[in-house]
C-alpha cells in the first residue's frame, strides 16, 4: 500500500516537472509528463477520467508542436481543445478497462496489483 502511495505522489510530481519543462525547455518533455500522467490517472481510482484529460491535451500538443503546426499562443489553445474533444470521445466511447490495459499489465507483471 505504501508503494502505491509513494508511486502516486512521485507520479504527480514528474507530471508537473514535465510540463513546467515542456513549456519552458522543449516540447518533447511533455511525454515525460504524459506516461506520468496516466500513470497517476490509473492510481487516483474515482476519478480516472478526470486526469486523464491531461493526458489528452498534452498529446495533442506533443503531436502538434512535432508536426510544426503549433507555431502561436492561439494554435497551442486549439490543439488544447482538440485534446479535450479527444478526451471526451474516448471517455464516452471506449470502457476504462481498455484505456488503462497497458499500465494495468505493468502493474501486474511487477506484482503490485
Same mark, same amino acid.
Given at each position: 500500500m505504501k508503494l502505491?502511495?509513494?508511486?502516486?505522489?512521485?507520479?504527480?510530481i514528474v507530471g508537473i516537472i514535465g510540463?513546467?519543462?515542456g513549456?519552458?525547455?522543449?516540447?518533447?518533455?511533455y511525454w515525460l509528463a504524459?506516461?506520468?500522467?496516466y500513470n497517476?490517472?490509473?492510481l487516483t481510482g474515482f %476519478?480516472?477520467?478526470?486526469?486523464? %484529460?491531461?493526458?489528452?491535451?498534452?498529446? %495533442?500538443?506533443t503531436f502538434g508542436h512535432s508536426l510544426g503546426l503549433i507555431t502561436s499562443f492561439k494554435k497551442s489553445v486549439i490543439a488544447s481543445f482538440l485534446g479535450l474533444v479527444l478526451w471526451v470521445i474516448s471517455s464516452l466511447l471506449i470502457d476504462d478497462y481498455w484505456l488503462f490495459l497497458?499500465?494495468?499489465k505493468i502493474y501486474?507483471?511487477?506484482g503490485l496489483y
Open positions: 502505491e502511495i509513494f508511486l502516486f505522489y512521485i507520479s504527480i510540463i513546467m519543462l513549456i519552458r525547455v522543449k516540447y518533447r518533455w504524459i506516461f506520468a500522467f497517476f490517472s490509473y %476519478s480516472r477520467l478526470l486526469f486523464l %484529460s491531461i493526458v489528452w491535451i498534452l498529446l %495533442s500538443l497497458s499500465v494495468q501486474n507483471l511487477l
